[in-house]
């Protein structure tokens, strides 16, 4: 089914795996439209979208990787690209602060059942390429450098998802806005939340690695 994406059989049956995941999230949105004519919180598809474009970017340079034709200035490229889109991934727990409670309503606890959903869906996303990314660098740079980057990776992640959440900053504003988002960057480093987020999400997005590093069933040396 993906031979042209992955030789591998089994990174075969995590795309799958995963593509069946976030189609039951979103099937679980579509019957709440259907049923209640309502589009409440419709863009969290594209916050799971956003959370697949890592994975994506990852998939791309591992087609490239067994072709032979990764050069390290394509590798940074693509690194920085999914290092730009990554903190989308963990960033999606977020959206629970728009599920309010019900208790006594039925629509209550399916609204809860889409949420995490979209919350594994993306997160997954996101371990899945984090780990693979990290196999890409160890493979063209060294073991050592690629614990390097994922270290400062998870640590910029839980950053990202500050910009995100309390000041509404977006992935593509290190384009649209890159000035006034380095303005930004400098002067939110004197804020005590700014550092909370970097620690606590941090810490989470790391644990989240380990587990799925510790699943995996690869022998890894550290």
């Known amino acids: 089914m993906f031979e042209k994406l992955f030789i591998s059989k089994r990174k075969e049956r995590v795309i799958l795996s995963l593509m069946l995941l976030s189609g039951f999230a979103v099937l679980l949105f579509a019957t709440r439209v259907v049923i209640y004519s309502d589009l409440y919180m419709w863009g969290i598809n594209w916050n799971l979208f956003l959370a697949w474009v890592p994975l994506f970017c990852v998939i791309w340079l591992q087609r490239q990787s067994d072709k032979g034709t990764v050069s390290l200035a394509k590798l940074v490229i ?13 960033y999606i727990i977020t959206d629970f602060v728009h599920l309010f409670p019900q208790y006594d309503s039925g629509l209550y606890w399916h609204e809860q059942l889409t949420f995490f959903g979209y919350a594994m869906s993306a997160l997954f996303a996101g371990m899945i390429s984090m780990y693979w990314i990290k196999q890409l660098w160890a493979k063209h740079t060294s073991k050592k450098i690629s614990w390097i980057a994922l270290i400062i990776s998870i640590a910029l992640s839980g950053y990202g998802i500050y ?7 977006n992935s593509w504003d290190i384009i649209a806005q890159p000035f006034s988002l380095v303005e930004y960057i400098l002067r939110s480093m004197t804020y005590r939340i700014t550092w909370m987020f970097v620690v606590e999400y941090g810490l989470f997005v790391a644990f989240c690695y380990a587990m ?11």
């Open 78 to 90: 693509l690194s920085i690209i999914w290092l730009a889109f990554f903190p989308n991934a963990p």
């Open 163 to 169: 910009l995100g959440r309390i000041e509404r900053w």
């Open 212 to 222: 799925v590093w510790s699943l995996a069933g690869e022998e890894e040396e550290m």
